[in-house]
């Protein structure tokens, strides 16, 4: 088939168990090369278990004031889960690497869907380009408290920069071997922070984190905003399904498998450290010390353990930025082969990597770190500037955009499968995407009334409606540009549901 005239831009597949469809003649992403466990470790390095535990919880604690921070990771897991419902069922019928764009376009129509694919690509972008704060803030400290040097955080983002630039570009199973290795060591390092902190436990085995009384209370719209951070990457699966064995059933399992293990793992670490500090404790620890906490409380019993869990830290981010890098990359393909986005966005290289898209993030991520750098050239704020400055503005507005953009495809999932012919239940076509839209819309409108103090007294007081302002507005920018393509552009406009491929 000639696609030089007509190009779908949700190019499903009606795939069998394991054969793939060809790809499109300007390429296409390399088909069949991830499995199950190689996709729970992708989604899950989005998440960054060891940050979440040693940035996350301590935050998290502080912040509320409040001791019920193992039921927020829970109450959102369980949200997240009735979400994964309809989700499962949607990816295993639809693989596109621009997965909520072909979900909405499905459920909500054309104009909904571009709009969500815009959304969703400045969301990933920006989640993605403020982890390089956070980042280069935590090598040049390893790197300087280690040989005495004095390297700037801007050098050693860009040193992440380099590493995360050459791993977008090359084979993505290589990248989720490389992301395997890293996510199992958090995993180890979280588990024996985790053992150990019930082992030394200070005030014996308790429940008071459990106590529903330190949840349901003020402060539990802090608990889930903050909470939800956590979770950001866990829908990724679906991005990678054209890359997927047998994605019906992988990119669903994998879902599965990854919101289950990152909510139960989280809750049990948050409760666990609990135990290690003092439930007594805990809260003012987490407000004098914050993300250091983990660390000198570990260095007190292990200075060598200590150095290991900051070197995992780094190594951790590096995941992190890798698993959302190919989710942006991804997006650029999707958006370029349907021709919503210039046509360049769709080459891909012999690898199967999308190489327009991850060139393209790469060079808005230097882009972004060299004005930062510039800005905090001599900044009050000293080395904490890419902290308090890129990393929370950046992935705090990413986490709002993603939230949102999950509730709207709750809608779309929930009128896609109540158009089908298969008898699914009352409990999956309606119950399940009901339940996940209205916890997801109430933990947006939570992170949005606590967005003064996601981000902090860190920049203008401007900040607090500019950053929210631009994911609408890329939102509301995606709708004019679906209506756009309408009117002056019908063929393409018309090739986004006349050419798709239901399974």
């Excluded at 803030?137 to 380099?162: D, R």
Aim: glycine share 12%; aromatic share 12%; with cysteine.
């Amino acid at each position: 088939m000639d696609t030089s005239m007509q190009s779908p831009a949700l190019p499903t597949r009606n795939v069998q168990p394991g054969h793939r469809a060809p790809n499109e003649s300007e390429g296409g992403l390399g088909a069949g090369r991830l499995g199950t466990t190689s996709l729970v470790f992708m989604i899950i390095a989005a998440s960054a278990p060891l940050t979440v535990l040693a940035g996350g919880v301590p935050t998290n604690f502080g912040v509320s004031g409040l001791l019920g921070v193992p039921w927020g990771y829970l109450a959102l897991g369980i949200i997240l889960v009735f979400f994964a419902v309809g989700y499962g069922i949607m990816s295993s019928k639809i693989q596109n690497s621009g997965a909520f764009y072909a979900y909405v376009s499905e459920g909500l129509g054309n104009r909904q869907g571009i709009a969500a694919a815009i959304l969703a690509l400045v969301s990933y972008n920006m989640m993605q380009v403020g982890l390089y704060g956070i980042f280069g803030f935590s090598l040049a400290n390893l790197i300087n408290g280690w040989f005495g040097t004095t390297i700037s955080w801007w050098v050693a983002a860009l040193a992440g920069w380099l590493l995360v630039a050459a791993m977008g570009v090359g084979n993505v199973d290589f990248s989720a071997k490389v992301l395997g290795v890293l996510v199992a060591l958090e995993f180890i390092v979280v588990a024996g922070v985790s053992l150990l902190s019930l082992g030394v436990a200070p005030e014996g085995i308790t429940v008071e984190t459990m106590r529903p009384s330190q949840f349901f209370t003020d402060g539990i719209g802090v608990l889930l905003a903050f909470g939800i951070a956590a979770f950001m990457g866990f829908e990724s699966g679906a991005i990678y399904s054209e890359e997927a064995r047998d994605p019906e059933r992988t990119v669903p399992k994998a879902t599965y498998v990854a919101v289950g293990t990152i909510a139960l793992f989280y809750a049990f670490s948050a409760w666990a450290f609990a135990q290690g500090v003092g439930p007594s404790e805990i809260i003012d620890k987490a407000i004098e010390l914050g993300p250091d906490l983990v660390f000198v409380w570990l260095g007190d019993y292990s200075p060598f353990a200590a150095n290991v869990a900051n070197l995992l830290v780094v190594t951790s981010l590096i995941a992190a930025l890798v698993a959302f890098h190919n989710a942006a990359a991804r997006y650029f393909f999707s958006l370029g082969r349907s021709r919503v986005l210039p046509k360049r966005f769709a080459a891909s290289s012999t690898k199967g990597a999308p190489i327009a898209g991850s060139l393209t993030q790469t060079l808005l991520a230097v882009v972004v770190i060299a004005g930062f750098a510039v800005a905090g050239n001599g900044s009050e704020m000293g080395e904490q500037f890419p902290v308090l400055t890129l990393f929370t503005w950046l992935t705090n507005a990413a986490a709002f955009g993603l939230v949102f953009l999950l509730a709207v495809v709750s809608v779309s999932i929930m009128v896609w499968l109540n158009k089908q012919e298969k008898n699914y239940s009352l409990f999956t076509r309606v119950i399940a995407p009901l339940v996940s839209a209205c916890g997801l819309v109430a933990v947006f409108v939570l992170v949005l009334m606590n967005f003064p103090l996601m981000i902090g007294d860190t920049g203008p007081d401007a900040l607090v409606w500019v950053m929210p302002g631009i994911i609408i507005a890329s939102g509301l920018v995606g709708l004019a540009w679906g209506e756009y393509l309408k009117h002056e552009q019908p063929h393409i406009y018309a090739s986004l549901q006349d050419n798709l491929d239901r399974i």
